[in-house]
């Protein structure tokens, strides 16, 4: 049956219909100038170099795009100021160069329409038109509805001209999957123990650091740049690492102790680590008594959690438990357990985080060097504008009562929320969704689908013919990252720093940057003066000019570093620190969670277990992706086209499933994958668990390259559990069997 909002899969006039054969694309893996085989090398000096941040990940590392004199960027390379990077770009920053180059992108606005028989499709639209219609759907739905029932999803560096938008629009509601679906937990539970968040880049201080612990981090595997070089120092300095993974992950591998756990058990290991530092006397006493609030409810509350006891559940022997713990207390303070970032495992994620955080304090590290240092950034002012209006309500209104810790908004509670119920105080009418692939981001595609049916005005803003997309009623191409200006790079880090991204190129075809699209429809929208510049250049200028700097000393130096203002690195000794907690402490038991109703120290509780024939489903990272948003792009997709999945040898054989056998996946809910994906059979995962790399397994053939190749394991969690604390979709309570020839499909009625 067709529904209103039918997925468009054909291809619209300019919407990126292929000219260019594939094999005509493969050409060249990461270096575009040995791609270029047939042309004489072009030398560093006959370019021209731009500053820019990259936009492959949220790290955004700071680099140079070259342009010969023909006008072609030849390659992107890291810029040595950058403490992100330190003149290092990862194999997939290096690769950008493919996002500007995708012959799939988007091109032209676009806008839905049908044809006589109501089949939908895609009629190319000038961007007047496109922002005309645009304007006139929001402004009818917050006339109807409020404004306050448009949502913002956004990820990457334009969301913050949306946000901007939506606020002057009169709706609080902006939210990004990073939070719920990723980091969130870990900054509600650094939030109640630390009275601050962790942030990103974290402030670990690997470089520093004798001893690190990962627990479920795949560092190495997830290319956090600056991280990953601190890291592989180490590894050569021969620093204790200890890596807590069912799988035995590339860091894994370089680990002095690899602890190959249950899989949903980790809090039990936890408490049973803080256990041993407490009963066997070797945690930080002078920084315990001077920051800390709770321990003697701590130290009562973990007495019976012993490495015995803990044995039980987790599989890891008791005697590694306290070696390890023994390799902690000796390196102390310098020791990172690190908090993580993909966080959101099985619904009691923020406890699991607040043992992370509460280790970390009984060792000392928090301030320490070899810990976690104490970041700074610059800020840079912001232009006046006026008050943005005052909302009647926003999305904590659809769930009173709950989610009080979250700190920012949850996604996945607004597309909830999108879904009418007779008892839901606010739901949303329209989105706008900013470079986010919604149907692969959030848990449960079925439930986004729904959301986005029930939805009376979508525009999505990307720069790629995402899934997403293809559920709009008005696409925005934007212009890519090597195309654009953008806001001044930030983030905190040792050396307060800010960087410039500028366009290296005009953007392709008919693009827009960001900051372009929200002014016009501002405008369009009478919301004007809140984006009081003609060009972003005269306020990146002025902006630039309140810190002591210039957009054209930015223009040369692409990074600027400044002097800290807020002291060292790291706490002095004996120095008096007023944490922002209720109690001024670090508080290992918590009164903000106690004060919700909820556990104020962490307690382990068993997770359901896989069915007979049904293993756990785990995902992850490859170095050479960022989730589905590269899938496409040529450089990689060279490197790695489709994702496999890990199958334990006794398994293998149990199922005779063999090497590169092409399988589907079905889980706990009968939900079967759309395409097949290989059998890699290795010793490397436990026997209860299977593996796979998230981001392939992509169903729009739009993106030419991506279209079927692997599985998408964000189709397969249909199982979501709820942090109660915040709202975190805990997603690996999954579980996946085998189906060794194709299913055949069911016809829906
Ligand atoms: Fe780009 Fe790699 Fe840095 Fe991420 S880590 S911003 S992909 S260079």
């Known amino acids: 049956m067709k529904t209103r909002r039918e997925f468009i899969k054909i291809s619209a006039v300019g919407a990126g219909a292929a000219a260019i054969g594939l094999s005509a694309l493969n050409i060249g893996g990461l270096n575009p100038l040995m791609a270029e085989s047939n042309e004489r090398p072009v030398n560093d000096e006959e370019m021209t170099t731009y500053p820019t941040y990259c936009e492959v990940c949220f790290w955004n590392c700071a680099g140079w795009t070259f342009v010969d004199k023909k006008g072609d960027i030849k390659k992107i390379t890291g810029n040595k100021e950058d ?95 990073s939070f719920a679906q990723c980091r969130g937990p870990r900054e509600t539970a650094w939030i109640a123990t630390f009275g601050e968040a962790v942030g990103s880049p974290e402030p670990t201080d690997i470089r520093d650091t004798e001893c690190l612990v990962l627990i479920g981090t795949h560092l190495g595997e997830n290319m956090h740049n600056g991280q990953v070089q601190e890291m592989a120092d180490i590894v050569g300095l021969g620093k204790t690492i200890i890596t807590v993974d069912p799988r035995l992950s590339t860091v894994a591998s370089k680990s002095k102790y690899w602890l190959p756990i249950k899989p949903a058990t980790d809090i039990a290991l936890l408490m049973a680590w803080i256990h041993v530092a407490i009963y066997e006397d070797i945690y930080n006493k002078d920084y315990v008594e001077k920051y800390t609030f709770g ?347 489709e994702n496999a999945v890990w199958i334990n040898p006794k398994v293998a054989q149990l199922w005779n499933l063999k090497k590169d056998q092409e399988i589907w996946l079905k889980n706990q809910d009968g939900v079967v994958s759309s395409f097949p994906i290989k059998v890699r059979i290795t010793e490397r995962i436990r026997w209860d668990s299977v593996y796979m790399v998230h981001g392939f397994g992509h169903s729009d053939k739009k993106l030419q390259r991506a279209y079927g190749h692997g599985a998408s394991d964000s189709e397969l969690i249909t199982k979501v559990m709820i942090d109660p604390i915040m709202g975190g979709t805990g997603m690996r309570g999954n579980f996946v069997t085998f189906l060794t020839t194709k299913p055949v499909k069911e016809v829906e009625s």
Request: hydrophobic share 35%; glycine share 8%.
């Open 83 to 177: 403490p992100h990077c330190n003149g290092r770009l990862c194999p997939r920053g290096t690769g950008g160069l493919g996002m500007y180059n995708d012959e799939d992108r988007l091109k032209t606005p676009l806008i839905r329409d049908y044809e006589k028989d109501g089949t939908p499709y895609f009629r190319k639209a000038s961007w007047d038109e496109a922002l005309d219609l645009t304007a006139k759907k929001l402004q009818a739905i917050a006339d109807k509805h409020g404004p306050e029932c448009v949502a913002l999803f956004n990820h990457g560096s334009g969301g913050k001209f949306f946000g901007n938008f939506l606020q002057a629009f009169g709706s609080p509601n902006i939210t990004a999957p």
């Open 295 to 641: 321990f003697d409810a701590l130290k009562e509350h973990v007495k019976d959690m012993t490495p015995e006891w803990a044995y039980g559940i987790t599989t890891i022997e008791p005697s590694i438990i306290r070696e390890t713990a023994r390799e902690m207390a000796k390196a102390a303070p310098s020791v990172i357990v690190h908090p993580g970032r993909h966080v959101t495992w099985y619904g009691d994620d923020t406890q699991r985080i607040r043992a992370v955080a509460i280790l970390n304090a009984l060792f000392g590290s928090w301030g320490n060097r070899g810990g976690f240092y104490l970041k700074e950034s610059i800020h840079v002012p912001m232009p006046k504008i006026p008050a943005y209006p005052t909302p009647k309500k926003t999305w904590r209104d659809a769930f009173p009562g709950q989610f009080k810790l979250a700190s920012l908004a949850l996604s996945s509670g607004i597309c909830d929320a999108t879904i009418p119920t007779e008892d839901r105080a606010c739901s949303f009418k329209a989105w706008m969704v900013s470079g986010t692939n919604l149907p692969l981001t959030l848990p449960n595609q079925k439930n986004t689908l729904k959301a986005i049916e029930n939805l009376e005005f979508m525009v999505v803003i990307d720069t790629m013919p995402m899934e997403i997309t293809g559920y709009a009623d008005v696409i925005l191409p934007e212009c890519t990252y090597l195309e654009r200006y953008d806001l001044l790079r930030t983030s905190p880090h040792r050396e307060p720093h800010i960087a410039l991204r500028m366009p290296a190129v005009k953007p392709k075809y008919d693009t827009k940057p960001a900051w372009w699209i929200a002014k016009q429809l501002a405008e369009k929208m009478g919301l004007g003066a809140y984006f009081p510049y003609d060009d972003i250049t005269d306020l990146l200028d002025w902006q630039l000019k309140q810190v002591g700097s210039s957009l054209e000393e930015m223009q040369r130096l692409g990074v600027k570093k400044f002097p800290r203002k807020n002291g060292g690195l790291y706490f002095r000794k004996g120095e008096d620190v007023e944490f922002n907690t209720p109690t001024g402490k670090i508080e290992l038991f918590s009164n903000q969670i106690g004060a919700e109703g909820f556990d104020p120290m962490p307690v382990y509780t068993p997770h359901p277990e896989p069915q007979q024939g049904f293993y756990r489903l785990i995902y992850g990272r490859a170095p050479m992706h960022t989730f589905s948003r590269t899938a496409n792009n040529h450089n990689l997709w060279d490197l790695k086209k």
